[in-house]
Every structure is written in C-alpha cells, then in structure tokens.
C-alpha cells in the first residue's frame, strides 16, 4: 500500500494469524490485512483509501484489551498504531504531554520521573499497553479509587474521522460546550483514530505508604473496606484478592510468601504530604483490627512495598498456573453490596461448576472474577461465558454497571441491554452515526443489533452535527 510503504502492510496468512484478537481469545477471525502507519498524515491517507472502498477497519494498539474491542469479525483491515510511538512534547509548567497512541503507558512515567512528576492511570497491563489503547477503553488501575481513571487526565486529542478528515478536540484552555473529549474517550475506537493525545501529568506525592492486611474471612476484609472510606480515608489503592487469587500470585513470578490459609488480602496505600501519612496508617491498621484481621503491617521497606505490588499486577497472568483457560470479567458495584455479590459469585461458580478467583479494585467497587475453564472439555467454556454474564446480571441489579475499564468490545454487547433500554442505545447509535455513519471503523463493538427510535436518532445526530464540527 503507497500510503505507508512496502514494509507497512502484512496481507499473508501466517503473517494475519497473530491479529486475529486481542488478549480476549475466545473469538477469533482473520482481518483483510495489517497495516502500520507512522503519523496523523499516514492514518488519514489509508483511511481516506478504505472509506472510498467501503472496506472496515479497526485500530489496534498492544491487543492487550480484554473484551475484544480490537478483535475483527472477519474481513476488517487493521490499522496498528504500535509504529506511532513517540513522546512528542513535555510541558512541565502547564503539568501536560502529548504523545502518539502507541506509546507505552508506563514509559511516560519513567521519562518524567526524573522530573518529580508521573502519569496517573496505571493499568495491571502498563507495562505492555499503549495510552491510545487505554483511550479506547478508559482504563483504570490499582491508583484509580483516588486519582481516577484515563478520562480524568485526558485534556486533548488529534483523531482521524472515518472519512479521513482530521479533527481536533480538546485541549486548553477549556472551551465551553459538548465534552468531545469525553466521548471519545471510552468509545472503543468507534468514533474514529486517536492519533495525537494530550495528557495530564501529576507531581509526585511527597511520601507514599502501603499497609498489608490478612484477613481469614473475606466478609470481614469487605466490611474493613467500607469502614476505611466510611473513616473519611481516602487511600490512592485499595486492593483486595481471595484465596485462588492467592494462590496464583504465590506461584507466580513475584511471590511474598502469603500463608496458604488466608481468605483475603488487602493492599492500602495512601499518598500524599508526609507529615500526614502516619497518622492515615494508625487509622487504617485500626480499622482492620476492628474486623478480625489476621495480620495488618506497614510495608518496612521501598523494596517490600515494591514486590508487593508486583505480587498483585501480575495476578491476571498467575492464574494460568492454576487453569489453562480464563475468562476475565469487569463489573463494578457499590461498596457496600461487596460481601453479598462475592457470595452470589461464589454461588454461580458452584452452579457452573467452575472455580472462580476474585482479584479487585476493592476501593471503588471494580470486580475482576477470574473465571477458570478447559477448554478442551466439551462444555466448560460456554458454562465460563454463562458465568460471567450471570456476574454481570448481579452487578447491575445491586446497582453497577457490566464494565469499570476494561470496555463492551464484542465480549460484552449483548450484556449492554441489562443496563440500557432500546431508546436509550438508539440515542448511542444516533451519536456513533454522526462520527461513523457507515460504521466502517471498528463495526461490530460495544452496541448490540441496531438500536430502534428512528426519531431520536434524528434529533440526536442533528443536535451534536450542529456542535461538532463547525
């Protein structure tokens, strides 16, 4: 293809093989074909090529996404980003950074860090994902509970229409209005191609304390979980695991030597003046004494409270030492409901016959069931897609949503009706319509079959139309 070079297009088979999803596996096709661009202009050019063909096609970051939203349904072609992977400006005055989508989340934070500044977002994955990635999925992270999620620290993007056009949304200073940005943020890339994105960094806290907390019962650490917010606290992360959880970690890479009898474990960590933390830890070591805990401890070192947290982000991948197929789910709840919907997992997994280990933003209510199957054993992987869709059902109806960062994608679109009624995802396709009105970029995702309410979709498309883009 003239628009990105010999080198920038794979179109064989074997070449294919390794696009054909994303870390979501249980749904694979082949696309058309792979192609790389290296900036904005290069996007543009193969878009404008496609749309004139009316051939789809799906941006793609690392594929380290978790409900398929860069998986083709079969005939797509993909555009990868992972060419498109530079730092382009640092403003340390204004506290901002543009980057190109591929760049690694993590990576921006070691090249401001010498600076005594960091990018807040941080993904279990954020050594591998890129920030245009975490873009279309609004992705969370352990720090989210205090510091929010990528839409909070997204100010601006640079994104190519599914015509070809180049827009820019966003940006500073504020402009009143229709907040584009935080439309496209979390759009799944159905809007359009982030090419450019302006983000937010933060000064790095003065001090920063962890505090480990064993619980023998996991009503109990949930119901330290609520009494830690209830205190007023508002700790950076607040993590939780169950006891398969445990085990995994234990055997992954980064084991702590957790006492194979435990329920639950807790990660606290607050951050902030250092002349406060202290007393934030006595509070919250009293708080878990409260709810019979086993153990509760400061971390004595940098270096315990660094291996930690390696312990906890690499507990998705540690669960392949117990299953050789998982299913990760992302419902979110409130707080409160937390001993009542682990109980009802639990009770899915017996029905399933399944086991199910429980890994999750405990802070804000983000649950990640991590729902174990073979499937070479005939069954077991639909009883594992049941499940997870039962968990979902039980999210919403305490009150939550089926997805806190990992998105809808294709895992998920059908689950989209539990929290929406039909002319409420007919006004979600009318706004998709004005950006992608021949769903060409990145068809398939997040929506179920197209939605009723002709009239509303009308209003609706005349109504942002009028904002957009003049």
């Given at each position: 293809?003239r ?5 920038g297009v794979?179109?064989?088979h074997?070449e ?5 999803c ?20 290069e996007v ?6 496609l749309?004139e063909?009316?051939?789809p ?5 690392a594929g ?7 998986t ?18 640092v403003d340390l005055?204004?506290r ?9 989340n ?21 050594q ?31 994104m ?5 056009e180049v827009v ?8 009143p ?13 159905t809007?359009?191609i ?13 001090g ?39 085990e ?7 084991p ?7 329920a639950?474990v ?13 007393d ?11 709810h ?5 401890r400061?971390?004595?070192?940098e ?14 991948g ?18 409160s409901?937390l ?18 280990a ?13 729902i ?36 809808v994608?294709l ?13 409420e995802?007919?006004?979600q ?5 004005v950006?992608?009105?021949e ?10 079959a197209?939605a009723?309410c ?7 498309s ?9």
């Amino acid at each position: 293809m003239r628009c990105v070079g010999d080198n920038g297009v794979l179109f064989r088979h074997e070449e294919l093989v390794s696009y054909e999803c994303d870390a979501y596996t249980l749904q694979k096709a082949l696309p058309r074909a792979v192609v790389f661009p290296k900036d904005t202009e290069e996007v543009a050019a193969v878009v404008r090529l496609l749309n004139e063909r009316k051939i789809p096609f799906i941006p793609r970051g690392a594929g380290t996404g978790l409900s398929g939203g860069a998986t083709p349904t079969g005939g797509e072609v993909i555009i990868s980003l992972v060419r498109m992977n530079r730092l382009l400006h640092v403003d340390l005055p204004n506290r901002r950074a543009v980057v190109q989508p591929g760049y690694i989340n993590l990576h921006l934070t070691q090249s401001v860090a010498g600076q005594g500044y960091y990018y807040a977002p941080d993904p279990s994955s954020q050594q591998a994902c890129t920030i245009g990635g975490n873009v279309g999925e609004n992705a969370g992270g352990a720090h989210c509970l205090k510091y929010g999620v990528t839409t909070n620290h997204v100010l601006g993007v640079k994104m190519v229409l599914p015509d070809g056009e180049v827009v820019e949304l966003g940006g500073l200073p504020d402009e009143p209005g229709y907040d584009l940005v935080g439309l496209v943020v979390g759009s799944e890339g159905t809007l359009g191609i982030v090419t450019e994105i302006t983000v937010r960094l933060m000064k790095k806290p003065e001090g920063v304390r962890t505090v480990l907390a064993l619980f023998d019962e996991v009503s109990a650490a949930s119901e330290a979980v609520s009494d830690i917010i209830a205190a007023g606290i508002l700790p950076a992360a607040l993590e939780m695991m169950d006891t398969l959880a445990i085990e995994a970690v234990e055997k992954g890479t980064f084991p702590v030597g957790y006492p194979r009898d435990i329920a639950a474990v807790l990660l606290i960590e607050v951050d902030g003046v250092e002349s406060g933390l202290d007393d934030q830890i006595e509070r919250i070591v009293d708080v878990c004494r409260k709810h019979r805990v086993r153990e509760v401890r400061p971390a004595a070192s940098e270096a315990e409270r660094q291996r930690w947290w390696a312990n906890r982000k690499t507990a998705f991948g540690a669960v392949g030492t117990l299953s050789p197929d998982y299913l990760v789910q992302d419902g979110v709840i409130p707080r409160s409901r937390l001993p009542e919907v682990l109980a009802r997992i639990e009770e899915i997994g017996r029905e399933k016959g399944i086991r199910i280990a429980n890994v999750f933003h405990a802070g804000d209510g983000n649950l990640h069931p991590l729902i174990m199957f073979d499937s070479r054993v005939p069954g077991e992987e639909e009883r594992a897609v049941q499940a997870g869709s039962e968990i979902l059902q039980v999210c919403v109806e305490v009150g939550g949503s089926i997805t806190g960062e990992h998105g809808v994608g294709l895992e998920k679109r059908e689950e989209m009706r539990y929290l929406f009624t039909e002319e409420e995802l007919a006004i979600q396709t009318a706004v998709r319509e004005v950006f992608n009105p021949e769903n060409l970029c990145n068809p398939g995702k997040m929506l179920p079959a197209p939605a009723r309410c002709g009239e509303v979709k009308k209003h609706v498309s005349e109504m942002v139309s009028q904002n957009h883009l003049d």
